[in-house]
């Protein structure tokens, strides 16, 4: 969990310098994901471009299937053929498609450990605080996250927790406020929350939206629907379990999660929108076409011619063959001549023996 709780530092800063800025939690994660959206564009317009390339490869894929029958060896044999031929992989996607869950993760730690993520206290102090608040009675049975403990219950235990600074104090004072978004709070978990404070909301609205994003995407590029549902590999089971797997944990996790994943989801759904309309298959499978041919005049262009002697080596040799060959075919041809007139005599040979059989029998 190392890595993950690095992560969750590195966003941590990215979220506190925006919560400076707009002041409210939720806020912040909007625009930390609108943020993260543009960082990662490079890497979405790359999976468009391997979603164009598995739509073109659709027909040959099945052209195999129909050739191969039940021989699945072979079938992947030359399925691997026709990857390697077209320049492409079933699993170039997969990356893009996992590659929200060690974010969502990251913001995670980043929400769990405010005071160590977020705020960046000294962890001997935040150690001496946990130590603090383990002794309280109720305090340990409220939630498995003491940091949050902390932050949600600072106005009631800031007086006995001295071992803060003037300068940390001032920094958990203006965190605790801005955590109310829309009448919710994004400290509660929808797991441990009653269903008066409505936080259930956010684990459905995950829910919601994560499909909404998976069938706007494939409405918007049915080839490329059709050609993740012929893959084999991850891609084809992530439009129906990554928004069951996002819902869970929205509900199990901090409501600030479920916030980054919706809004994550809403803002994939406009990005699909844009690039469909700047990048779409045809466009970019058109332009495929057009860098492989490039790509093949330029190979052409790149070989030397061979030398004059060695060519007209060659040309001598393709003469001789194609005169021995020659040769062979009239000798051939003869022979069946031969065995033709040979067999005509015979026949002839035969029938005046009839003949004077029969005259003589007369």
């Known amino acids: 969990m190392g890595i993950l709780n690095f992560i969750g530092s590195i966003f941590g800063y990215l979220l506190w310098g925006l919560y400076l800025i707009f002041k409210n939690y939720g806020v912040a994660i909007i625009m930390f994901t609108i943020l993260l959206k543009v960082i990662m ?44 031929k077209e320049n492409t992989s079933p699993m170039s996607g997969c990356l893009i498609n996992l590659l929200p869950f060690p974010i969502m993760l990251g913001i995670y730690y ?4 405010p005071l160590t993520n977020t705020l960046h206290i000294a962890s001997e102090t935040i150690s001496q605080a946990s130590a603090y608040i383990k002794h309280i009675p109720g305090m340990t049975s409220v939630s498995t996250y003491i940091e ?3 932050v949600k219950n600072w106005a009631y235990l800031k007086d006995h927790l001295t071992m803060f600074s003037a300068s940390d104090v001032e920094k958990i004072e203006s965190f605790t406020g801005g955590f109310n ?27 919601l939206s ?9 409405k918007l590029n049915p080839n490329s629907a059709e050609a993740q549902q012929s893959q084999q590999g991850c891609m084809k089971y992530t439009m129906y379990l990554l928004p069951l797997l996002s ?10 999660v479920g916030i980054y994943w919706v809004v994550s989801s809403l803002v994939g759904a406009a990005q699909s929108v844009v690039m469909n309309k700047f990048f779409s298959n045809e466009q970019i499978t058109a332009k495929q076409e057009v860098s492989h041919f490039l790509l093949l005049e330029s190979n052409e262009s790149s070989v030397k011619p061979l030398p ?14 194609a005169a021995a060959n020659t040769e062979n075919a009239n000798k051939k041809a003869a022979k069946a001549q031969d065995k033709k007139k040979k067999s005509s005599s015979s026949s002839k040979k035969n029938s005046n023996s009839s003949s004077d059989y029969m005259g003589k029998k007369l």
């Open 41 to 84: 564009f490079p890497l979405t317009l790359k999976q468009q471009k391997s979603m164009a390339a598995q739509a073109r490869l659709t027909e040959k894929q099945k052209a195999l299937q129909k050739a191969c029958g039940n021989d699945k060896q072979r079938y992947n044999e030359e399925l691997q053929k026709l990857y390697e």
């Open 110 to 113: 980043s929400v769990i450990y």
């Open 148 to 150: 949050l403990d902390i």
């Open 181 to 207: 978004f829309l009448g919710l709070n994004l400290l509660g978990t929808p797991a441990e929350e009653s269903f008066m404070s409505f936080l259930w909301i956010i684990p459905v609205l995950t829910l």
């Open 210 to 218: 994560s499909w909404g994003m998976q069938f706007i995407m494939n």
């Open 247 to 256: 819902a869970y944990w929205a509900y199990i996790m901090p409501a600030a």
């Open 308 to 321: 004059v002697a060695l060519q007209n080596m060659v040309a001598d040799k393709i003469k001789a063959q």
